[in-house]
């Protein structure tokens, strides 16, 4: 256990630096961008990108999540995983290049190709960068993703400061990237030695396909509840709320952020301990230092909501920080749903996944269109949270036949109250709301210091020990 532990913790540390090193990198292409694009040239290069982002999880049915699970198994077929993931990423390219044709020559749509280039090499590159995760090469899954900025930023400069492309440089940064990232992986990472035409198996690819499927409309079903979100917002409150509501939307992504670092390694970590006999007690304590730096982060980022909104949102469009305390309450509720999430992963049981999240949809959809006319975008916000609490406590329930995870109800009530009075007073702006927030925030810290402290204590001794 004291491994698994150390496994989790040194996992995380990687999975940090990368991001964090990504997100810099993504930050100084701003300027690169700004100086050398116009407005609607920007704009129409995010769109296709965008629009890649969606389409090639489809192209290739999403098969680099079941990879990932399958190369975890200590089973002997990881040739076989690998080998039939990238034959099913391949046999997707006819598929794509038809897709290309009927978009330029029938509907002349120009950057076809481009869009073509992107969606099928992306595909390639999250089957072999998802396979080094579930192969226990976390530094090289964490180098991969910082490589891939940089060939991203160099391929910015080049291509729209000395020769101006334009859209089409924009793009072509990142199909090469994705070429160049998906070379820098197999050579590596050594990966052609887990490749073999003899282990492309029928079977192995129908288990894969089977689990990754539920994880495509279950992307797809969040993103057309945001738009309609939006749109509501939009038609009944007009465009400038809808604009405040956007940019407000913005800043819960350090709360994802760290989210998402922690859910990179704990899916490694439930993969392997799911079949463990202590798994009730292990998983107890993960989620406590799961839920405390979610809810203590949570805290101090609507604290300092304040700081935030003025370094970020400038002119009209600080109005929007009042919706920031109340949105990060949102991004804790769907990052808890996320954490009960990954048993489903770990059991290899994705079907749930999508359920679940189909109800909390149904649910959002609901409640945004009964409060949008009284509350504008209060109310679209307030149904976010009933759709993810919903599918958190949906989760949970379901999930207690594979892991019983026990529940500090006292810790978690002082907490979640904690919180609450923040956003009330922060989200009203009344005097003083900040100050008022840094002593909660405090109380917190102090109280969660006291009421864990020998699991810390523990903590730290099996991890250092």
């Excluded at 991001?19 to 704009?43: D, R, S, W």
């Excluded at 089973?75 to 990423?89: E, N, P, Y």
């Excluded at 949105?327 to 999508?354: E, G, H, P, Q, R």
Aim: proline content about 2%.
């Amino acid at each position: 256990m004291k491994s698994s532990y150390k496994q989790l913790l040194s996992d995380t540390v990687v999975f940090g630096v990368g991001n964090a090193l990504m997100k810099l990198v993504q930050f100084c292409l701003m300027p690169i961008y700004t100086a050398y694009m116009t407005t609607e040239q920007y704009g129409v290069g995010e769109l296709i990108n965008n629009l890649n982002e969606l389409l090639y999880p489809l192209a290739c049915l999403a098969i680099y999540d079941a990879v990932f699970r399958f190369a975890l198994d200590d089973d002997g077929r990881k040739k076989s995983v690998l080998s039939s993931g990238l034959a099913l990423t391949v046999i997707s390219l006819p598929i794509v290049l038809v897709a290309a044709s009927i978009s330029f020559f029938v509907f002349h749509f120009q950057y076809a190709w481009l869009l073509a280039l992107m969606c099928f090499t992306a595909g390639v590159r999250y089957v072999c960068v998802h396979f080094t995760r579930g192969i226990n090469r976390p530094l090289l899954f964490a180098g991969a993703g910082v490589f891939g900025s940089l060939v991203i930023f160099a391929c910015a400069v080049l291509f729209l400061s000395v020769f101006h492309l334009g859209i089409t440089g924009y793009l072509l940064s990142f199909a090469l990237a994705h070429i160049l990232t998906t070379i820098f992986v197999v050579i590596r990472g050594k990966l052609y030695k887990y490749f073999s035409f003899s282990e492309i198996s029928k079977n192995e690819i129908q288990l894969m396909v089977r689990y990754s499927i539920p994880m495509i409309p279950n992307g797809m079903t969040w993103s057309a509840v945001n738009f309609i979100d939006r749109y509501a917002i939009l038609i009944v409150c007009g465009a400038s709320t809808a604009g405040l509501f956007t940019a407000a939307g913005k800043l819960p992504a350090v709360i994802n952020m760290i989210s998402m670092i922690a859910q990179q390694s704990l899916q490694i970590f439930a993969a392997k301990e799911i079949k463990s006999e202590n798994k009730n007690k292990s998983f107890s304590t993960v989620f406590s230092a799961y839920s405390m730096l979610m809810l203590l982060m949570g805290s101090f980022v609507i604290t300092i909501t304040e700081l935030l909104s003025k370094v970020l949102l400038k002119g009209d469009f600080y109005e929007a920080s009042k919706y920031v305390p109340l949105l990060l309450v949102v991004a804790l509720i769907s990052n808890y749903s996320a954490y009960f999430a990954m048993f489903y992963n770990a059991i290899k049981d994705t079907k749930m996944i999508l359920i679940t999240t189909v109800i909390g949809a149904l649910v959002n959809i609901v409640f945004a269109v009964a409060l949008v006319i009284p509350f504008g975008a209060w109310g679209v916000i307030t149904s976010s949270a009933i759709a993810y609490l919903t599918m958190m406590i949906m989760r949970y329930i379901n999930t207690r036949h594979i892991v019983h995870t026990n529940l500090d109800i006292q810790y978690h009530i002082v907490a979640v109250a904690i919180i609450v009075i923040q956003v009330i007073v922060l989200s009203m702006q009344i005097d003083y709301a900040t100050v008022l927030s840094i002593i909660l925030l405090i109380i917190l810290f102090i109280y969660t210091g006291i009421r864990y402290s020998s699991t810390i204590a523990k903590l730290y001794k099996k991890i250092f020990r």
